[in-house]
Each structure stands twice: as structure tokens, then as C-alpha cells.
């Protein structure tokens, strides 16, 4: 079986845990891997060919640099060998938005065209977008190039890509899988407010309010302050939520990549009685992230043996907030 060659768009915290972690589970299965094997794939067989960004101080590293480079804060876990995949310019578009701005001297004027050249070059078989959030233009034109380079779409953040009947439409005609959208962590609040919101609907509590407080000091929650970029967070977050959800998000640069969340529940039980449950959550953010990366890529490329396009509707499902 050959190896599942991935892009990555975005080369921030989450890119940081993702290109880590391959290198702290190369050898096999250590704690806190889900799945050593994924749809045949082992970790091993990840290998990134291509890396894309706009922030001038990451562009021209090689990968295993960049993903140390300022703004980025995620926590460090494995050393990662020179990888010879230079960061290269990508296509700026509305990637960068207010909340950001200060902290990145902004590149960005390649095409479409451009990068699905590198694409190509590189060999690449998955191109994985851990864009900021609010970047809906840019996510469609990288779309593009994917499709023009014959590769597959993994969109790990709340653009509406896979939600979309058209894009759908597209890439099952390219006969290329796409995946989206926004990934879910593999251990985070959306899965322990879900939790508990099956928990309690299950016992007959009917719910009437759900709230996510989160708290954070990496770039996400700095770009999460500009109210428009937030709103499509909170339509990911909502969805499947079960009940009507309230998220808000407090940037809060001493935590660094730590986030802090708050959930709490109200509902009515048996005989009409108030119930109210409240959580306290304290997470890495970033590498919580990156063990459903690794799965959907794996998923995507095998999907590409198999002759499978269009959107993996079971996978995403599984792994990403909203389909
Ligand atoms: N646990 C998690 O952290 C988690 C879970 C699910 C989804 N997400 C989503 O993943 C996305 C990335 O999160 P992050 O914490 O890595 O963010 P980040 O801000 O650390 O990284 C984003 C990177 O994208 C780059 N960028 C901006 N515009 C670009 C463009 N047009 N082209 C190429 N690169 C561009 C930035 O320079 C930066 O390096 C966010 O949308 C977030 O909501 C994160």
C-alpha cells in the first residue's frame, strides 16, 4: 500500500500537534492515539508533501520550523526532523481577519492555479485546511486548486464546503472524497456536551437551554473575538447539539493553548423537576485535534483507492462538527 501524501493549508497550532504527533506515533501505538491503523493506513504512511500559509515569518521554513514559529503557542510533545517541505505563499483571500491581524505580517498572493501546480509537483494525494475560521473564500478557492490537482478535501474548520450541494456535487463529479466540516477533537467540550445531551435525553429530561463558555490564548480564539467570524462557529457547534446551544468565546492570552470551557445544561426531569448540570473542562486545544486529522487524511486516501468521490457522508459524521 503506498503512503497518504497530505497538504496542509495553515500552518498553525493545530498543523503544529498534527506534524508532532506523526512523529511521536511513528513507531506504533502509544497513549493517546485513537487509531494506530485507519482505513488500512498506519501512521508511518503520513507523510506531508506540501505546507501552505500567509504569515511572511513562516514562509520559505522548512515545516519542521515553522510550526515553532510566533504566533503558534502549541505545546511542544516530540522533536520533528527537517522534513524538506518548504512553507510555501499561499492564497490570502479573507484567511486573515481582525482578531489576528497584529500578530501576522501577511503574504498571500499566489492562485489557484499556482497551488494546484504544487499540489501536483509534490505528489499530493489529500489537501488538509486547518484555515482560521471566517475564511470562507479562501477555503473555496484552495477547493479549487484541490480539484484542478486531482486531490481530496479534508476542511477541518467551519466554512461550509461539505454542507454544500453544490461542492458536493463537484467533487463527486471529479470523482475526488471530500470530508467536512469542522473537525470535531477527539476529546473536547462539543463531544461532552453532546454526551450529556444524549445522556439526559435519554433518561426523559427535557432540555431547554445549553451553554459553552470557552475560554483560550491561541490565535483561534483571537481570530473567534470578530463577532462575524464567531458566527459560523457557533452554527457548527449548534449543530446536532440537541438543544439550543449558547457559545461565546473569551480570548484570554495567558492560557496560551490551553482552553478552558464551561458547559452547563438546564432541562426539566421526572414530576416536572428543575435539573441543572454543570461541567469544567481544561484541555490542550491543539493536539486535542489532531487524532481525528490523522483519521480523516487516512479515510480520504483510501476513499481515493477505492475510486470513491464526493462527500464521505459516514466519515465526516464521525469525525467532523457538522455535515
Ligand atoms: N482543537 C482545535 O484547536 C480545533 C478543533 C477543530 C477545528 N479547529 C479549527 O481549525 C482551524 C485552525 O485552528 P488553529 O488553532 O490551528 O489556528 P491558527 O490561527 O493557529 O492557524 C491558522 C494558520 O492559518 C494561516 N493562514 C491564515 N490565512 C491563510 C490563508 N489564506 N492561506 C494559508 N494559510 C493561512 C495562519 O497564518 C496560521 O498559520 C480554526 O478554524 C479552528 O476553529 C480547531
New binding site residues.
Given amino acids: 500500500m503506498s503512503n497518504v501524501n497530505v497538504a496542509v493549508?495553515?500552518?498553525?497550532?493545530?498543523?503544529s500537534s498534527l506534524v508532532q504527533g506523526v512523529e511521536h506515533y511513528r513507531d506504533g501505538d502509544a497513549p493517546g492515539l485513537s487509531h494506530p491503523v485507519c482505513a488500512g493506513y498506519a501512521i508511518s504512511q503520513v507523510r506531508f508533501t506540501a505546507a501552505?500559509?500567509?504569515?511572511a515569518a513562516?514562509l520559505g521554513r522548512d515545516l519542521s520550523e515553522a510550526i515553532w514559529t510566533p504566533p503558534?503557542n502549541a505545546r511542544g510533545f516530540a522533536t520533528v526532523p527537517h522534513l524538506g517541505v518548504p512553507v510555501v505563499e499561499?492564497?490570502?483571500?479573507d484567511?486573515?481577519g481582525p482578531g489576528?491581524a497584529g500578530a501576522?505580517d501577511p503574504r498571500?498572493g499566489a492562485t489557484p492555479g499556482q497551488v494546484a501546480a504544487h499540489l501536483a509537483e509534490t505528489g499530493t494525494h489529500v489537501v488538509l485546511s486547518?484555515?482560521?475560521?471566517g475564511?470562507q473564500q479562501?477555503t473555496e478557492l484552495y477547493a479549487e486548486a484541490a480539484l484542478a490537482a486531482g486531490c481530496a478535501f479534508v476542511n477541518?474548520?467551519?466554512a461550509v464546503l461539505a454542507r454544500s450541494p453544490e461542492w458536493r456535487r463537484r467533487f463527486a463529479e471529479a470523482g475526488l472524497p471530500l470530508i467536512g466540516d469542522?473537525?470535531k477533537?477527539s476529546f473536547?467540550a462539543t463531544l461532552v456536551h453532546r454526551a450529556l445531551v444524549d445522556a439526559l435525553t435519554a433518561s426523559g429530561v427535557h432540555l431547554h437551554d445549553g451553554h459553552q463558555l470557552l475560554g483560550g490564548g491561541?490565535?483561534?480564539f483571537a481570530?473567534l473575538q470578530d463577532a462575524d467570524r464567531m458566527k459560523s462557529?457557533k452554527d457548527t457547534k449548534a449543530t446536532g447539539a440537541g438543544t439550543s446551544t449558547h457559545v461565546s468565546a473569551q480570548y484570554l492570552p495567558f492560557l496560551d493553548d490551553r482552553k478552558i470551557a464551561y458547559l452547563r445544561l438546564d432541562g426539566t426531569g421526572f414530576g416536572g423537576s428543575p435539573l441543572e448540570v454543570e461541567v469544567r473542562m481544561v484541555v490542550e486545544?491543539?493536539p486535542?485535534?489532531a487524532g481525528n486529522a490523522l483519521d480523516a487524511v487516512r479515510h480520504a486516501k483510501a476513499a481515493m483507492d477505492e475510486g470513491v468521490g464526493g462527500l464521505l457522508g459516514e466519515v465526516s459524521g464521525t469525525l467532523m462538527k457538522a455535515v
Fill in positions: 493549508i495553515g500552518v498553525g497550532n493545530c498543523v501552505f500559509d500567509v504569515n513562516k503558534n499561499g492564497i490570502l483571500a484567511g486573515v489576528s501576522i498571500g486547518f484555515l482560521p475560521t475564511a479562501a477541518c474548520m467551519p469542522d473537525l477533537s473536547g491561541n490565535m483561534d481570530n462557529k486545544d491543539s486535542s485535534a
